[in-house]
DNA sequence: TATTGTTATACTCTATAACTATA
DNA sequence: TATAGTTATAGAGTATAACAATA
């Protein structure tokens, strides 16, 4: 441990009022996290992290509407309405009005979208290398597990 | 294990494309801490997240410059001061020049700002039960300790 | 009457550059 | 010349309500 004062220090500051705090620690980890994606997806690919996360899940899915997309990602639907227009217009997605209820529409990948996300997943394997690379394999997994513990807590 | 299907699927989608990455993970774990947050802190005492933490870094520490605030949060400058204005408009901080270096302002908390900061902070405790009850206490402590080491990896 | 998605609006957050005052 | 902080501006994110089409 080389913080040997005390762990609730850093940048100079005493963060002891604030060491029970989860979602600080989580805004904390966000930083350097953000920072990774920005250089090796978000800045290369030009796709923030939302739009990573769609193409993901469009990726593995199919017939997703954005009523879906819109409570996996915890994203109202004007602002999924948005980002999906700005994906169309970049010819990666399309919107298909479903068959069963036409109300809803289904989204999809188009082939340059399809492209764009296996290229995006290849890249965000080695970036995760890089975010954890201080953490052994366990530490990864235990990290991964307690999150998706909080996590799955929501209701909705 | 209560998910026996499979630990990749939420609100009916495949996230199997998403399970290695720490960012979306994190994400979806600050999605009930938020709504929690609001609830409990956000909405009753009128303070954002930033906000509740800079009342917390001041309630533990004297001479804190806004360059301080500016790099433990990972907030711009220009951030910083328009959060400040907002909070000292309120009659929760007040700005010191310091007599050492007349470039650099210390921020300190009013009699009022302490008060509620000492609110925020016994709140802050009740809400982290909620947040984390479906965590041990052991399980509580690792989870702290793994974000903090994701945290700590940040440059500058 | 409820739901899916869209539009419109307004508010916050953030990033950047240009400026000041001090060092 | 560099640093601490401010101002100004524009961009991106988000929340809300009102609306259209469908169930």
Redesign the pocket.
Known sequence: MPNTKSDSVAHGLDQSSLSHVLGYHLAQADVPIKKVFFKCIGQPLQL?P?EFTILMLLNSNENV???QL?QALA????????L??RLAERGLVT?VRSET?????HVLLTRKGAILARKAHEVSLTMEHEVLRHLSDGERAILFELLQKVARHRRV
């Open positions: 923030r939302v509407t954005q009523k819109s994203v109202s639907a004007p602002n999924i309405t948005i999906l227009d919107r209820d036409r109300r809803s529409q």
